[in-house]
């Protein structure tokens, strides 16, 4: 079956700081790759995808790769600001060849920035 | 509306009471889900409706749950018998269905906060 493992947090930074969020998966097919961002009280929003290998998902600030070869789609961010603190959700979709159109979802890894 | 609308946006029940939770997805979206969000975990699915289809109930925890939907529209998530461990909360997505326009892409309501007493 498909998964998705993200670090454990919460990432405690200072602003400005680089932000690297590790995810990786498995995956039966060949699956989209998502990263999602969860603000304090709000639902969960599409922050970027990436739908092929070597593909490069961006929104924000926010970068993140489709690498194929080692399984993962790990979230970057050269300079975190303090309104990035949220919880981030790195997720895949694999409904091609008799697949699920049910996304996997990580666990979800929390970011706190400090001023 | 513009985007998917849950409500209610918080519910407080007393162990043992049914509960009903609304969610009106995103106009020409045929495709709904439900997840569920226990404090400081990750989503774990529920139950999956796409267009006429029957739904996908795999991710139910027990019978005390249920889910329907109406055609492509509003679906409403019951708990019956409320337990506590059921407070969580109760997040509702929805997305392009289907096999020609399924993109993976899923738009959240900010969810129903069910707290049990």
């Known amino acids: 079956g498909n998964s998705v493992t993200q670090m454990e947090g919460p990432v405690t930074l200072s602003e400005e700081a680089f932000l690297t969020i590790n995810c990786t998966y498995t995956?039966?097919?060949?699956?989209?790759l998502f990263w999602y961002v969860q603000y304090p009280g709000e639902g969960l929003q599409l922050l970027l995808k990436?739908?092929?290998?070597?593909d490069k998902g961006s929104n924000k600030g926010f970068e993140a790769t489709y690498r194929k070869e080692t399984t993962s789609f790990h979230l970057e961010k050269g300079s975190v600001q303090v309104s990035d603190s949220a919880v981030y959700f790195c997720?895949?979709?694999?409904?091609?060849?008799?697949?699920?159109?049910?996304?996997?979802f990580g666990r979800g890894t929390s970011l706190i920035v400090h001023p | 509306g513009a985007g998917v609308s849950q409500s209610p946006s918080n519910k407080v029940t007393e162990k043992g009471k049914d509960v009903e939770l609304r969610c009106d997805p995103i106009?020409?979206?045929?495709?709904l889900y439900w997840y569920r969000q226990r404090l400081g975990q990750g989503l774990e699915f529920l139950i999956y409706f796409q267009g006429n289809s029957a739904p996908d109930k795999s991710g139910l925890p027990s019978d005390r749950f249920s889910a329907e939907r109406t055609g492509e529209s509003v679906s409403t998530l019951t708990i019956q018998r409320t337990q506590q461990e059921d407070s969580a909360v109760y997040l509702c997505?929805?997305?392009?269905?289907?096999?020609?326009?399924?993109?993976?892409?899923?738009?959240f309501g900010e969810g129903s906060r069910l707290t049990v007493l």
């Open positions: 990436a739908t092929k290998a070597d």
């Open positions: 997720a895949l979709s694999d409904p091609g060849a008799g697949g699920s159109y049910i996304p996997t």
């Open positions: 997505a929805s997305s392009l269905g289907g096999s020609r326009r399924f993109t993976g892409e899923l738009f």
């Open positions: 106009s020409g979206h045929t495709a």
């Open positions: 995956a039966t097919g060949y699956p989209s």
